[in-house]
Nanobody, 121 residues
């Protein structure tokens, strides 16, 4: 069994910063790509940022230059540093990971339970 547990969501004013964390635990052999998605009310879930096992990153255009994704492979943890937050960043943020539970299994996708980020004055 694999779990992804997010933390760090909060309410902040526009221009503020937050750091989200997501720790993967359980039966893990190898984690490949990890990423952060978000879903605002009435909107589809969208990719915010992703990072591969080699450290390559990609970002949604709306967050480029403001958000930074990073990972600590030794801790099976991915982070999202969010700066210069805007009201339109308000959403539930979900962690995602593609991983193998053992050397004999294929790559499966896992999701965290989500953490709320609210940007409002």
């Amino acid at each position: 069994q694999v779990q992804l547990v997010e933390s760090g969501g909060d309410s902040v004013q526009p221009g503020g910063s937050l750091r989200l964390s997501c720790a993967a635990s359980g039966s893990i052999f190898t984690i490949y790509a990890m990423g952060w998605y978000r879903q605002a009310p009435g909107q589809q879930r969208e990719l915010v940022a992703g990072i591969t096992s080699s450290g390559s990153t990609n970002y949604a255009k709306s967050v480029q230059g403001r958000f930074t994704i990073s990972r600590d492979s030794a801790k099976n943890t991915v982070y999202l540093q969010m700066n210069s937050l805007k009201p339109e960043d308000t959403a539930v943020y979900y962690c995602n990971a593609g991983l193998q539970s053992s050397r004999w299994t294929g790559v499966d996708e896992y999701w965290g339970q989500g953490t709320q980020v609210t940007v409002s004055s």
